[in-house]
Protein backbone atom coordinates (compact mmCIF):
# COMPACT_ATOMS: atom_id res chain seq x y z
CA UNK A 1 0.00 0.00 0.00
CA UNK A 2 1.13 3.33 -0.86
CA UNK A 3 -0.08 6.65 -0.34
CA UNK A 4 -0.28 7.10 -3.97
CA UNK A 5 -2.76 4.43 -4.82
CA UNK A 6 -4.72 6.08 -1.71
CA UNK A 7 -4.50 9.65 -3.53
CA UNK A 8 -5.70 8.17 -6.90
CA UNK A 9 -8.92 6.04 -4.82
CA UNK A 10 -9.43 9.41 -3.01
CA UNK A 11 -10.19 11.05 -6.28
CA UNK A 12 -12.14 8.23 -7.76
CA UNK A 13 -14.28 8.12 -4.98
CA UNK A 14 -15.29 11.80 -4.55
CA UNK A 15 -17.75 11.34 -7.33
CA UNK A 16 -18.84 7.78 -5.98
CA UNK A 17 -18.99 9.00 -2.69
CA UNK A 18 -20.58 12.19 -3.11
CA UNK A 19 -23.72 10.74 -5.02
CA UNK A 20 -24.11 7.76 -2.52
CA UNK A 21 -23.84 9.05 0.67
CA UNK A 22 -25.82 12.19 0.66
CA UNK A 23 -28.64 13.57 -1.00
CA UNK A 24 -28.65 14.60 -4.49
CA UNK A 25 -30.48 18.15 -3.28
CA UNK A 26 -26.85 19.03 -1.83
CA UNK A 27 -25.58 19.76 -5.54
CA UNK A 28 -28.38 22.31 -5.81
CA UNK A 29 -28.00 23.91 -2.84
CA UNK A 30 -25.83 27.08 -1.89
CA UNK A 31 -22.49 26.28 0.15
CA UNK A 32 -23.28 26.18 3.74
CA UNK A 33 -21.49 28.61 5.32
CA UNK A 34 -18.54 27.90 7.36
CA UNK A 35 -19.44 27.96 10.91
CA UNK A 36 -19.62 30.67 13.79
CA UNK A 37 -17.17 28.20 16.01
CA UNK A 38 -13.76 27.66 16.01
CA UNK A 39 -13.17 25.25 12.40
CA UNK A 40 -9.80 22.80 12.30
CA UNK A 41 -9.28 20.60 9.52
CA UNK A 42 -7.48 17.42 11.56
CA UNK A 43 -6.69 15.27 8.72
CA UNK A 44 -3.98 17.27 7.14
CA UNK A 45 -1.07 14.96 5.12
CA UNK A 46 2.40 17.10 4.15
CA UNK A 47 3.80 15.75 1.01
CA UNK A 48 5.56 17.07 -2.26
CA UNK A 49 2.83 18.89 -2.89
CA UNK A 50 1.71 20.69 0.38
CA UNK A 51 4.92 22.04 2.52
CA UNK A 52 4.35 22.41 6.42
CA UNK A 53 4.43 26.27 5.56
CA UNK A 54 1.77 25.99 2.76
CA UNK A 55 -0.03 23.96 4.93
CA UNK A 56 0.22 27.02 7.71
CA UNK A 57 -0.87 29.56 4.85
CA UNK A 58 -4.02 27.70 3.68
CA UNK A 59 -4.85 27.44 6.90
CA UNK A 60 -4.78 31.18 7.79
CA UNK A 61 -6.25 31.87 4.54
CA UNK A 62 -9.38 30.14 5.40
CA UNK A 63 -9.12 30.71 9.01
CA UNK A 64 -9.25 26.88 10.09
CA UNK A 65 -6.76 25.70 12.79
CA UNK A 66 -4.59 22.74 10.68
CA UNK A 67 -3.52 19.48 12.44
CA UNK A 68 -1.29 17.29 10.35
CA UNK A 69 -1.22 13.61 10.99
CA UNK A 70 1.44 10.92 9.35
CA UNK A 71 1.63 7.51 9.52
CA UNK A 72 3.68 5.26 12.21
CA UNK A 73 4.59 1.70 11.32
CA UNK A 74 5.93 -0.48 8.30
CA UNK A 75 6.44 1.25 4.98
CA UNK A 76 5.99 4.37 7.08
CA UNK A 77 8.82 7.11 7.80
CA UNK A 78 7.74 6.83 11.35
CA UNK A 79 9.14 3.40 12.76
CA UNK A 80 10.38 3.57 16.07
CA UNK A 81 10.73 6.37 19.39
CA UNK A 82 13.49 8.16 17.33
CA UNK A 83 11.52 8.95 14.50
CA UNK A 84 8.34 9.96 16.32
CA UNK A 85 10.52 12.10 18.21
CA UNK A 86 11.95 13.75 15.10
CA UNK A 87 8.58 14.28 13.91
CA UNK A 88 6.92 15.77 16.99
CA UNK A 89 10.42 18.12 17.40
CA UNK A 90 9.96 19.26 13.36
CA UNK A 91 6.24 20.50 13.56
CA UNK A 92 6.58 21.94 17.40
CA UNK A 93 7.64 25.21 16.04
CA UNK A 94 4.68 25.56 13.70
CA UNK A 95 1.24 26.94 14.86
CA UNK A 96 -0.60 23.00 14.40
CA UNK A 97 -1.64 20.37 16.12
CA UNK A 98 0.86 17.45 15.88
CA UNK A 99 -1.51 14.06 15.41
CA UNK A 100 -0.60 10.89 14.41
CA UNK A 101 -2.85 8.18 12.01
CA UNK A 102 -1.58 4.47 12.66
CA UNK A 103 -2.56 2.24 9.61
CA UNK A 104 -2.15 -1.29 11.35
CA UNK A 105 -3.80 -2.60 14.38
CA UNK A 106 -1.77 -2.84 17.32
CA UNK A 107 1.04 -0.20 16.10
CA UNK A 108 1.31 1.30 19.77
CA UNK A 109 3.72 -1.12 20.68
CA UNK A 110 6.59 0.31 18.90
CA UNK A 111 6.47 3.45 20.64
CA UNK A 112 7.11 4.35 24.15
CA UNK A 113 4.05 5.53 25.97
CA UNK A 114 5.80 8.92 27.65
CA UNK A 115 6.26 9.68 23.77
CA UNK A 116 2.65 9.47 22.79
CA UNK A 117 1.53 11.41 25.07
CA UNK A 118 3.24 14.51 22.92
CA UNK A 119 1.14 14.08 20.14
CA UNK A 120 -2.10 16.07 20.40
CA UNK A 121 -4.20 13.19 18.87
CA UNK A 122 -4.34 10.09 17.28
CA UNK A 123 -6.61 9.51 14.64
CA UNK A 124 -7.20 5.91 13.18
CA UNK A 125 -9.59 3.74 10.66
CA UNK A 126 -10.74 0.57 10.26
CA UNK A 127 -9.69 0.57 6.01
CA UNK A 128 -6.74 -2.02 6.57
CA UNK A 129 -8.54 -5.14 7.87
CA UNK A 130 -6.31 -8.17 9.03
CA UNK A 131 -6.55 -11.10 6.97
CA UNK A 132 -8.39 -14.50 7.81
CA UNK A 133 -5.09 -16.06 7.27
CA UNK A 134 -2.73 -13.53 8.23
CA UNK A 135 -1.06 -10.18 7.12
CA UNK A 136 -3.28 -7.18 6.12
CA UNK A 137 -5.81 -5.52 3.04
CA UNK A 138 -6.91 -2.30 2.59
CA UNK A 139 -10.20 -2.47 1.74
CA UNK A 140 -10.46 1.66 -0.34
CA UNK A 141 -8.55 1.18 -3.21
CA UNK A 142 -11.21 0.92 -6.55
CA UNK A 143 -10.33 -2.64 -7.24
CA UNK A 144 -11.81 -3.89 -3.75
CA UNK A 145 -13.99 -6.76 -3.86
CA UNK A 146 -16.60 -8.36 -1.86
CA UNK A 147 -17.93 -11.58 -2.43
CA UNK A 148 -20.43 -11.52 0.11
CA UNK A 149 -21.52 -8.24 1.35
CA UNK A 150 -23.19 -9.97 4.94
CA UNK A 151 -19.85 -12.03 5.58
CA UNK A 152 -18.34 -8.42 4.70
CA UNK A 153 -20.01 -6.62 7.05
CA UNK A 154 -19.85 -9.22 9.76
CA UNK A 155 -15.63 -8.94 9.63
CA UNK A 156 -15.85 -5.31 9.25
CA UNK A 157 -17.81 -4.51 12.52
CA UNK A 158 -15.74 -7.07 14.28
CA UNK A 159 -12.35 -4.59 13.46
CA UNK A 160 -14.27 -1.69 14.06
CA UNK A 161 -14.97 -3.14 17.50
CA UNK A 162 -11.88 -3.95 17.97
CA UNK A 163 -10.02 -0.73 17.02
CA UNK A 164 -12.63 1.12 19.02
CA UNK A 165 -12.50 -0.84 22.47
CA UNK A 166 -8.36 -1.92 22.30
CA UNK A 167 -6.56 0.91 20.08
CA UNK A 168 -5.39 4.11 22.29
CA UNK A 169 -6.65 6.71 19.47
CA UNK A 170 -8.58 9.95 20.13
CA UNK A 171 -10.68 9.91 16.34
CA UNK A 172 -12.14 6.84 14.32
CA UNK A 173 -11.35 8.30 10.90
CA UNK A 174 -13.46 7.62 8.12
CA UNK A 175 -16.23 6.06 9.86
CA UNK A 176 -18.86 3.99 7.36
CA UNK A 177 -16.55 3.88 4.69
CA UNK A 178 -17.95 1.24 2.51
CA UNK A 179 -15.17 -0.65 -0.45
CA UNK A 180 -16.88 0.53 -4.03
CA UNK A 181 -18.72 -2.36 -4.91
CA UNK A 182 -21.26 -2.11 -1.97
CA UNK A 183 -21.50 1.27 -1.26
CA UNK A 184 -24.60 1.84 -3.18
CA UNK A 185 -26.19 -0.44 -0.35
CA UNK A 186 -24.75 2.32 2.70
CA UNK A 187 -28.60 2.38 3.82
CA UNK A 188 -29.35 -0.86 3.86
CA UNK A 189 -26.27 -1.90 5.27
CA UNK A 190 -25.40 0.53 8.06
CA UNK A 191 -28.55 -0.79 9.60
CA UNK A 192 -29.97 1.08 13.48
CA UNK A 193 -27.55 -1.92 15.20
CA UNK A 194 -24.35 -1.33 13.44
CA UNK A 195 -24.63 2.73 13.30
CA UNK A 196 -25.88 2.38 17.62
CA UNK A 197 -23.09 -0.35 18.14
CA UNK A 198 -20.07 2.27 16.48
CA UNK A 199 -21.72 4.82 18.45
CA UNK A 200 -22.10 3.10 21.79
CA UNK A 201 -18.24 1.98 21.76
CA UNK A 202 -17.18 5.41 20.67
CA UNK A 203 -18.92 6.89 23.54
CA UNK A 204 -17.23 4.64 26.25
CA UNK A 205 -14.15 5.38 24.91
CA UNK A 206 -14.72 9.13 24.42
CA UNK A 207 -13.64 8.70 20.56
CA UNK A 208 -14.29 11.43 18.29
CA UNK A 209 -15.62 10.92 14.88
CA UNK A 210 -14.31 12.43 11.56
CA UNK A 211 -16.44 14.19 9.32
CA UNK A 212 -14.96 12.94 6.25
CA UNK A 213 -14.42 15.47 3.23
CA UNK A 214 -13.24 13.54 0.51
CA UNK A 215 -15.49 10.80 1.26
CA UNK A 216 -18.57 12.69 2.44
CA UNK A 217 -18.91 9.94 5.42
CA UNK A 218 -20.76 9.46 7.80
CA UNK A 219 -24.40 10.52 6.79
CA UNK A 220 -26.67 13.01 8.10
CA UNK A 221 -28.19 10.15 10.10
CA UNK A 222 -24.65 8.98 11.77
CA UNK A 223 -23.71 12.35 12.55
CA UNK A 224 -27.28 13.53 14.16
CA UNK A 225 -27.66 9.95 15.96
CA UNK A 226 -23.45 10.48 16.97
CA UNK A 227 -24.84 13.85 18.30
CA UNK A 228 -27.45 13.07 20.19
CA UNK A 229 -24.90 10.64 22.04
CA UNK A 230 -23.22 13.15 22.94
CA UNK A 231 -19.78 12.26 20.80
CA UNK A 232 -17.59 14.84 19.41
CA UNK A 233 -16.68 15.11 16.23
CA UNK A 234 -13.64 16.47 13.98
CA UNK A 235 -13.51 18.21 10.16
CA UNK A 236 -10.90 16.14 8.32
CA UNK A 237 -9.76 16.50 4.47
CA UNK A 238 -7.69 13.93 4.13
CA UNK A 239 -5.54 16.16 1.77
CA UNK A 240 -1.95 16.47 0.89
CA UNK A 241 -2.32 19.33 -1.92
CA UNK A 242 -4.14 22.62 -1.85
CA UNK A 243 -6.89 21.55 -0.17
CA UNK A 244 -6.60 21.46 3.11
CA UNK A 245 -8.96 23.70 5.15
CA UNK A 246 -10.71 23.59 2.02
CA UNK A 247 -14.33 22.46 3.42
CA UNK A 248 -17.82 21.82 1.56
CA UNK A 249 -19.09 18.28 3.31
CA UNK A 250 -18.51 19.27 6.72
CA UNK A 251 -19.96 22.45 6.89
CA UNK A 252 -23.26 21.21 5.10
CA UNK A 253 -23.62 18.21 8.05
CA UNK A 254 -22.34 21.44 10.62
CA UNK A 255 -25.70 23.34 9.39
CA UNK A 256 -27.91 19.87 8.91
CA UNK A 257 -27.21 18.66 12.20
CA UNK A 258 -26.70 21.89 14.10
CA UNK A 259 -23.51 21.22 15.45
CA UNK A 260 -21.78 23.80 17.95
CA UNK A 261 -18.33 24.39 19.59
CA UNK A 262 -19.80 21.90 22.13
CA UNK A 263 -20.28 19.25 19.80
CA UNK A 264 -16.42 19.89 18.64
CA UNK A 265 -13.33 18.06 19.82
CA UNK A 266 -10.71 19.28 21.42
CA UNK A 267 -7.13 17.85 21.53
CA UNK A 268 -6.43 17.18 25.36
CA UNK A 269 -3.16 19.03 26.51
CA UNK A 270 -0.77 18.02 25.61
CA UNK A 271 2.50 16.93 27.72
CA UNK A 272 5.74 18.48 27.09
CA UNK A 273 9.02 16.57 26.13
CA UNK A 274 11.16 16.01 28.58
CA UNK A 275 14.29 17.28 27.20
CA UNK A 276 13.01 20.94 26.28
ZN1 LIG B 1 -5.02 10.21 6.15
Known amino acids: MNTCSRRNFVHTSLVAGAALATPKSLFGTTAAPKPSFPVADYHVHLSPTLSIEQAVALGKERGVQIGILEH ?17 D ?24 NLLDELDYVLMDALTMPRPDGGWVAIWPIDTMVDDEEEFMGRYMKFIE ?17 PVP ?3 QYKRLWTHERVDRIIELARARTIAIEINEVAHLPDEDFVSAAKRAGLKFTFGTDSRNQNAAHFYYCYQMAQKCGLTQADMFVPKARKQS ?3
Request: net charge positive; hydrophobic share 35%.
Open 72 to 88: PGPGYKIQDDADLKKYI
Open 274 to 276: AGS
Open 162 to 178: QILTTEPIDVFGWPTFL
Open 90 to 113: GLRPYPVRIGLQPVYAGWSKSFSR
Open 182 to 184: IAR
